[in-house]
DNA sequence: GGTCATGATTGTAT
DNA sequence: ATACAATCATGACC
């Protein structure tokens, strides 16, 4: 039998032709050749079977279903060929029929439990302990941070003391400068807030979304499938897993975009001011008078940062950067610190007349000195204007060294 | 735009 | 921990 002719047999029975014209090609040319309108009944057909579902072929070709069928295996007319029969859709007729009769079986809850068991017993307890890990380290390092730095957690309180922090450790002078750029961070931050909890919400949204539409997948493929509850709850960790990662994504660049931020506004080289007047007035004044020894002591550094309205640390730097640009270039300072010196004779001999010295800016220092010393007094302003220029050297040298004031007193 | 002044940072030594 | 020295980055001035 030609292609053409087993392909006509299995229409045999919609296209009009007996199993008999089937069988004889002859009659077959002869039906092929009747006119157009049979032909075209016959394609109307095979589209129709086309169109047909499974359960539809099933009910035609088995309309009275019963778990007898299943059983009745022995029936050579029903299992005894494979190819016994095709329905349109190309399935053999008695492996859809088979399936069917097995979804329909009443022992098929009992067998679907019991395969179930097997399932959970062998590849699922097998998986599991490889599934059940412990929480990431890098979330909880980007939840920790995204929580420090006020974009996650509570909506006010983190966020802004994030931003006073920031500002704060920015060390700027506490003017309306100041406040601008902390308002300025705090609405930045507010942005990238936002950002990151919408972006979280959509991910969250398609996340739910996405296992309830594998969830039902799941229980629909459980009627036809041995499927377990853990099997479903090992699916949705899986998929709870895979958007986990996308969410790191997102708090990875979170994170990014809030240091990007933060170093922005925290980079102090950046925001350099100049201190005013008055704070380097201060800051100079004590310097010069305490030329011998200019190390201000802790407490010293503070009351001069209160003054000066700056932080201890940038009284710090101060020192540090005019003990080493002095030292450098004694000659280039000598006029400034003639003029300080004389500014702090005026202001000594002014007060010493009638308060104690105890109390002027230029004794703070006093439980600093060396051991090996006298207490230290304002320097003498006849020190730095007598001095010859030869002294500098000297004086450069002293600075190294805390037992510098009552050798230079004698210079 | 170039130059200098100056506050801050970094690496090293003590 | 602190100081020093070198360096960076910015502001101010010309």
Redesign the pocket.
Known sequence: MDDQTRMLAGLAGLGGLSQGDVGDPDSVRKQLGQPQQDIGDILQQIMAITDESLDEAQARCWPEESPAHWGGSDDPAEGGEAGGGTAGGGLPLNFQHRKHALNCHRMKPALFSVLCEIKEKTVLSIRGIQDEDPPDPQIMRLDNMLLAEGVSGPEKGGGSAAAAAAAAAA?GSPGADGGIEHSDYRAKLAQIRQIYHSELEKYEQACSEFTNHVMNLLREQSRTRPISPKEIERMVAIIHRKFSSIQMQLKQSTCEAVMILRSRFL?????????NKQA?EVLNEYFYSHLSNP?PS?EAKEELAKKCA??V??V??????K???Y??NIG?FQEEANLYAVKTAVDAASVSAQASQANSPATPNSGTVCPCQPPLTPTPPSISITLPPHTNQLRSML??THCSSYTLAEV
Not at 316 to 321: C, M
């Open positions: 060390g980079d102090a080289r950046r925001k350099r001011r100049n201190f380097t190390y802790e700056i932080t640390s940038q710090s730097n101060w020192f540090g950067n003990r080493i640009r030292k450098k280039k600075l190294h």
